[in-house]
């Protein structure tokens, strides 16, 4: 069972990135994904969610507008469309995975997580 992020880099602010997060070993058609953040010095935060059933939950204001989250369960990969950057995204994005269970995303808080990906880095910089 893993999950396997990747599509970070070094964007100049303004600019654009996907990142990708494939799963392997289980499908994630049942599951909420999230992603979260974690920047140099601060905790772990959750950035946006997206649940098996019940949409697409944010979880930093400075996200909506400008993050999009989608997900293709035929190919088994949820990914995070970030326009505009802003340097203060920088940080290490991960990728999180928990079975759907009630109402939203399960998928909230670190310690709601069931699966993780390694984490890629984003930094957003001129």
């Known amino acids: 069972v893993q999950l396997q992020a990747s599509g970070g880099g070094l964007v100049q602010p303004g600019g654009s990135l996907r990142l990708s997060c494939a799963a392997s070993g289980f499908a994630l058609v049942s599951y909420d994904i999230g992603w979260f953040r974690q920047a140099p010095g601060k905790e772990r935060e959750g950035v946006l969610c997206?649940?098996?059933?019940?949409?697409?939950?944010y979880y930093v204001d400075s996200a909506k507008g400008r993050f999009t989250i989608s997900r293709n369960n035929a190919r088994n990969t949820v990914y995070l469309q970030m326009n505009s950057l802003k340097p203060e995204d920088t940080a290490v994005y991960y990728c999180?995975?928990?079975?759907?269970?009630?109402?939203?995303?399960?998928?909230?808080?670190?310690?709601?997580?069931?699966?993780w990906g390694q984490g890629t880095q984003v930094t957003v910089s001129s």
């Open positions: 999180a995975a928990a079975v759907h269970s009630g109402y939203g995303c399960s998928v909230s808080t670190v310690s709601s997580a069931k699966y």
């Open positions: 997206i649940s098996a059933v019940d949409g697409v939950k």
